[in-house]
């Protein structure tokens, strides 16, 4: 009933923009905090960025100052603006939602992944 539907994702060259976005497709809940991840060969899953749904944001390390999270919740979804890449961004980009119903706990939901691949 409830997927993440993720898009955006190709090849790009060096110092290239790409934007990715998320869209929460269902009906019956409220959407808390929506953040990216990413996944390279080998490498552990890790966390990109995350927003809120007051529109805080937190960001790794690698990607302050060239990559931007932003949402629209009447569109129910979040984005990714990636600026000035670089071929260690090379990953499979996961969208994730926290999910909430009444008298329910949180629901966590993740993309089904779109890769990014940055040529040098």
């Known amino acids: 009933q409830v997927r993440l539907v993720e898009s955006g994702g190709g090849l790009v060259q060096a110092g290239g923009s790409l934007r990715l976005s998320c869209e929460v497709f269902?009906?019956?809940?409220?959407?808390?905090?929506m953040g990216w991840y990413r996944q390279a060969p080998g490498k552990q899953r890790e966390l990109v960025a995350r927003?809120?749904?007051?529109?805080?944001?937190n960001y790794a390390d690698s990607v302050k100052g060239r990559f931007t999270i932003s949402r629209d919740n009447a569109k129910k979804t979040v984005y990714l603006q990636m600026n000035s890449l670089k071929p260690e961004d090379t990953a499979v980009y996961y969208c994730?939602?926290?999910?909430?119903?009444?008298?329910?706990?949180?629901?966590?939901?993740w993309g089904q992944g779109t890769q990014v691949t940055v040529s040098s």
């Open positions: 994730n939602a926290h999910l909430s119903r009444l008298y329910r706990p949180d629901l966590d939901y």
């Open positions: 269902g009906s019956g809940f409220n959407i808390n905090d």
């Open positions: 927003i809120t749904n007051g529109g805080s944001t």
